[in-house]
């Protein structure tokens, strides 16, 4: 049995689009300008804004390890939803996955909380100060009577 090459392609190679699938096939499509096709070229620019969007979200924070980072994430995040740059459903998963997260900076901060009060590091400090006097004082009497 002769093994028989695979016929190549009528299209000049110099003039494909330059995407290759996750199997290693290459696009058929003419590039219509640089080097992708029309659609590789739309969905490799919605790729680049999703990074660009994700770098300006994350820009300067690293960890969301207290409420501030979160905070800033959240600010930003409303602004690029107010501005229209973020879909509506992304926002709102966005939104709810950083509200998770600063659920759990609060316990994990409660936690500390009560490790170190269990190895007597933290003191808590109760103020005994006298209340202030709220009874009021006897009403003088209307003018007029007595």
Known sequence: MNATPAKPSPINNASRCTHRSASGGRC???ASSGTLCPTHAKSA???QEAADLAAHLTAGLS???SAEPINQFLSRLLLLLAQDRISPRRGAVMAYTANLLLRSVTVMQHDATQAERAKG???NIIWDLPRPDYEQ???APAPGTA
Do not use: G, H, I
Request: proline residues 7%; without cysteine; charged residues 35%.
């Open 28 to 30: 058929r499509s003419l």
């Open 121 to 123: 590091r933290v003191v």
């Open 63 to 65: 960890e969301f390890t």
């Open 45 to 47: 620019a919605v790729r």
């Open 137 to 139: 004082p006897d009403a």
